[in-house]
């Protein structure tokens, strides 16, 4: 168990103590190796003698003490067997072939005192693929798929008074696993985010445990909730009883739900051997009408309020069974207006914002309270939606987690893209059917997803959507296809200049044009120093090798452009010189990029701009690449963009137009703010004439403009009477087009793929375009750049082009020929263009230093600060070299530390005195162990990377488990970027 486990792992302990405490009244006991049970395992290849293993006292000296829930090759990490696979290639060089087979699982147990009832059941939550199961030498069954429960009746067969012994025999999964092995952990065979996992994940990976009832029991209670208005709540519930008797029984089903003290019951029969559906609603029991329910909301909208229902069925004065369930009261509703898909919750409309799981942990071993504390992070991170990837995390506790913490699921099932059919579509389904049986009570659950980035083979598209639509009710949207149908496609994942952000329209493969909702759009976020010595050697820490391939950057995630990431630090913040310098600068280019991302959909909100969510929120691998929080659990760059961005009331910049705007991604409108913006010089002064402050409302569910800042939108034109080249004109000289009379055009022949370029005659930085088109306008056009008139590269590109006039934006590039190359022409006429304007970038606004700062201010009625935002700005828009020149400060730091329910929680004041010699930029804040200097994580924190001007003061706050720091002591420290060179 690696460092990163043993807190968690102490965590875990507990959370499993509670929980025995909490389902007590089903005297269910726990068989996982966490509440002390001792599981072995052994390939079946080497067990010659697997008659035996059935015998207690069975001896197991050379088995490997196994790790359950888990898998077979995480035992063997576990136990020392192999080397830290987080480490360097350590993973890479593992034998396969010693994993991927199949494996025994083995145990030895006693039946509880207290089970006293008639049938004790023996259960399992889940194996990964298949496995066979056996009590004392009796083969139980056999579960096929991971979603499969295990529910034995184990009465005839256990040992009351003395030892039992269970084994498992766990195969191996089908490849490819998609989708032929499917349903499993898809990614288990390596993708570009995590590698190959020797054994692909298989073993017993959900909880096993043992309970004790009557003759009478309750399965798959089913809670819904119908709202005719958010005043009133209907309920209707639905079980089945199950008798196990040779012989019918009158039964009473009973429930009590809280809060409210709801109480109902109600007297069945049940045949002998049979079942019996119980269904209940406001017909029959007039007390499941509730009014004033307390609902269950999204975060940033409201809280996500939860119900108890405790189910029992009764034969006679004894209980035979009980269930709690837990149920949030809501109604989702959906629509596709504008071939965009919106959602709204108890009549509210969301703006999604979120990230996508794509696996728990790639070796299944988050569990139990670090589910919570990852959900956590989402909340803190102002998301309200996980998209968990092709269904790769299977466990109750994310569920429950989400439910807690108001985070929406979107909720893939195991399909990716392949055209193939899983290898046994019927056990494919049957799992499909389990997991909506065993999930669809948790309020969290939005959507419903068959397949990322594809559509499923037939007939499986139609039996999920019927399955849904049996065993879901129609109660969530159904999606087929995670990146078209109304939505606009996935990508790209690669680090973009802001402004791509706010450029119509980011690009996605697959899907609708626009920014509409966007299930996967990503860039590399590169972890912090503490973080990469862990899992790097040190020999390969400089400069950039082979090795940072292992942990994806490279190659293998050549999808998240790191070449073009590693070109961004370089050319925004001056050459690293060692990977301490590299790591601290990449949280810029992380920080910017993420809040980008968020903020540019934001402000398309008034246009087709639903959602979006980030590829991806959370590490399964420690990696360098699509994360915001590492694996470690250090809060990169991109985290503090993010949870910046996706605030609920919040005021942003628009790089593009410079307009101010403030979006609110709440229910309730926002009246008499007050929103204000400064640009600060690199010293530290203000800079007056670009200061603006305006009162404004901002209603619930809008992104508003206040005002625009008084840069230099679009500099100077470059094309005006400079050469001019063409494919074709009918009419006369294409000079036309920059002769600087708004009369005369240049039109081309009767063709789509005609074109027209600018000589500037020397080489320029340009960064943007104006065309005045006539009628004949382009349909569909590229702006292309070169230097030498012969290789293009294409810098903006549309297929949704409007006659008239027209500014063109894109980021800084050097060329000297400039052309607007045709594609389709939007009339039967060629192209006509009545002028053609080249800007030129690089140009200062007047009085402002190479970097400057823009600092955004929004307040309530009563001048309480409800939203800030800070942002750096180049004169040359993507160098801020000149922040290597701010001198070194000397900020005060002053803290107080208070214990309290098993939590540490620290407040800081950090301070840029009134004195300073500089702007304290980028202020990076970690609170550290007195014995090491280690950084104290898991942790929760307010801010971070934050800039203090001269006489500034910042707040925050962090919290962490007391069990995270042991005996040892706290230190904080904050350090700026200038005092880092």
Not at 680 to 691: A, E, F, H, P, R
Not at 789 to 806: C, E, F, I, L, N
């Amino acid at each position: 168990m690696y460092k990163r486990y043993k807190v968690f792992k102490l965590l875990i302990v507990i959370i499993t103590c509670f929980y025995g405490t909490a389902n007590a009244q089903n005297n269910e006991v726990s068989l996982n190796s966490s509440a002390g049970q001792q599981w072995k395992i052994k390939p079946q290849a080497d067990v010659a003698d697997a008659s035996k293993i059935k015998d207690a006292g069975y001896n197991t000296i050379d088995w490997v003490t196994a790790v359950v829930p888990g898998t077979t090759f995480a035992s063997y990490v576990a136990a020392g067997l192999e080397k830290d696979p987080n480490f360097g290639d350590n993973i890479y060089k593992v034998d396969k072939a010693k994993y991927d087979r199949s494996f025994w699982y083995r145990t030895e147990f006693n039946v509880p005192a207290n089970y006293t009832k008639k049938t004790i059941w023996l259960n399992f939550r889940g194996v990964n693929r298949k496995a066979d199961i056996y009590l004392n030498g009796t083969q139980l069954g056999t579960l096929d798929g991971f979603m499969q429960r295990g529910h034995f009746d184990i009465s005839a067969l256990v040992n009351r008074s003395g030892k039992n012994v269970l084994t498992a025999l766990v195969y191996i999964p089908k490849q490819p696993l998609a989708n032929v092995g499917s349903p499993n952990y898809v990614s288990s065979a390596g993708w570009d985010w995590m590698p190959y996992v020797p054994g692909l994940n298989s073993g017993i990976t959900d909880n096993v445990y043992l309970s004790n009832t009557g003759d009478v029991t309750i399965k798959d209670p089913w809670i819904r909730t119908n709202l005719p208005t958010n005043a009133r709540a209907d309920l209707s519930i639905a079980l089945e009883v199950k008798n196990n008797a040779p012989n019918s029984q009158a039964a009473i089903v009973k429930g009590i739900i809280t809060p409210g003290n709801i109480e109902f019951q109600k007297k069945i029969y049940v045949d002998a051997n049979g079942s019996t559906e119980v269904k209940l609603n406001k017909r029959d029991f007039e007390q499941l009408i509730i009014n004033s329910p307390k609902l269950w909301w999204p975060n940033g909208y409201g809280e996500p309020n939860l119900y108890n229902c405790k189910l029992s069925v009764s034969i006679g004065d004894e209980v035979s069974d009980v269930q709690n369930i837990k149920f949030g009261i809501k109604r989702y509703s959906y629509d596709t207006i504008g071939h965009v898909l919106h959602l709204a919750i108890n009549g509210t409309k969301v703006f999604i914002k979120g990230g996508d799981w794509g696996m728990s942990e790639y070796m299944l071993r988050c569990r139990g309270a670090e589910y919570d504390y990852k959900v956590k992070l989402h909340k803190e991170m102002n998301f309200n939606m996980i998209r968990n990837w092709i269904g790769s995390t299977t466990d109750e506790e994310f569920y429950e987690a989400c439910d807690k913490y108001g985070i929406m699921v979107w909720d893939d099932f195991w399909l990716n893209a392949n055209p193939n059919l899983p290898a046994d579509i019927t056990t494919f389904n049957a799992n499909a059917i389990e997991k909506i049986k065993r999930f669809r009570n948790h309020p969290a659950i939005a959507v419903w997803c068959a397949d990322n980035e594809g559509w499923p083979e037939q007939p499986l598209s139609v039996w999920l959507k019927e399955d849904l639509a049996t065993f879901d009710g129609g109660d969530r949207w159904y999606q087929p296809n995670s990146h078209a149908e109304n939505l606009t496609g996935s990508g790209p994942w690669d680090a973009k200049d802001p402004r791509y952000y706010f450029t119509a329209y980011p690009t996605g493969l697959g899907g609708n044009k626009g920014w509409g909702l966007r299930t996967e759009l990503g860039t590399a976020v590169f972890v912090n120093f503490e973080s990469f010595k862990k899992f790097m050697p040190k020999e390969n820490w400089w400069p950039r090798n082979e090795m940072w391939d292992q942990h994806f950057f490279g190659p293998r995630a050549f999808n998240a452009g790191p070449d073009s990431y590693e070109a961004s630090i370089t050319n925004g913040y001056g050459a690293p010189n060692g990977i301490e310098d590299f790591c601290r600068k990449a949280q810029f280019v992380s920080l910017e990029s993420n809040k980008a991302m968020y903020e540019g959909w934001q402000d398309a909100m008034g246009d087709d701009a639903s959602g979006i969510m980030t590829w991806m929120s959370q590490s399964a691998y420690p990696s360098m690449v699509w994360q915001t929080y590492d694996y470690y659990y250090d809060l990169t760059g991109a985290y503090w963009g993010v949870k910046k961005a996706c605030e609920p009331l919040h005021i942003q910049w628009n790089p593009v137009t410079n307009a101010i705007k403030i979006i609110n991604t709440t229910r309730k409108d926002a009246d008499g703010l007050t929103a204000s913006a400064d640009v600060y010089n690199l010293d530290g002064t203000l800079v007056k004439q670009y200061s603006q402050s305006k009162m404004v409302d901002a209603p619930a569910n809008s992104s508003g403009a206040v005002f625009d800042l008084k840069f230099n939108q679009y500099k100077a034109d470059l094309a005006k009477n400079k050469k001019v080249v063409s494919s074709s004109s009918t009419n006369g000289d294409a000079s036309a087009i920059n002769d600087g009379n708004p009369g005369t055009r240049w039109a081309s022949r009767y063709s789509d793929g005609e074109w027209v370029y600018i000589d500037l005659g020397r080489e320029e930085v340009v960064n943007g375009v104006g065309l005045s088109w006539e009628d004949a306008y382009a349909k569909a056009f590229r702006i292309q750049v070169s230097t030498d008139a012969s290789h293009w590269h294409d810098v903006y590109s549309t297929d949704d082009g409007r006659q008239g006039d027209q500014k063109i934006m894109f980021p800084e590039v050097t060329a000297r020929y400039v052309k607007m190359q045709g594609i389709e022409r939007a009339t039967y006429w060629g192209y006509s263009l009545y002028n053609f304007e080249v800007y030129q970038g690089d140009v200062a606004s007047e009085g402002l230093s190479d970097v400057h700062f823009i600092k955004l201010k929004l307040t309530d009625k009563d001048g309480k600060l409800v939203s800030d935002n800070f942002y750096w700005r180049g004169n040359k828009r993507k160098d801020y070299t000149a922040l290597n020149t701010l001198a070194k400060v000397d900020l005060k730091t002053g803290y107080k530390t208070v214990k309290a329910d098993g939590k540490y929680y620290i407040t800081a004041q950090i301070t840029n005195p009134s004195s300073s010699k500089a702007v304290a930029f980028g202020v990076r804040v970690q609170a550290v162990r007195t014995s090491n200097g280690e950084q104290i994580l898991p942790a929760i924190m307010s801010d971070n990377y934050f800039t203090l001007l001269k006489g500034e003061t910042k707040t925050v706050k962090i919290e962490f488990d007391a069990a995270v720091l042991g005996n040892d002591s706290i230190r904080l420290i904050a350090i700026p970027y200038n005092n880092t060179k």
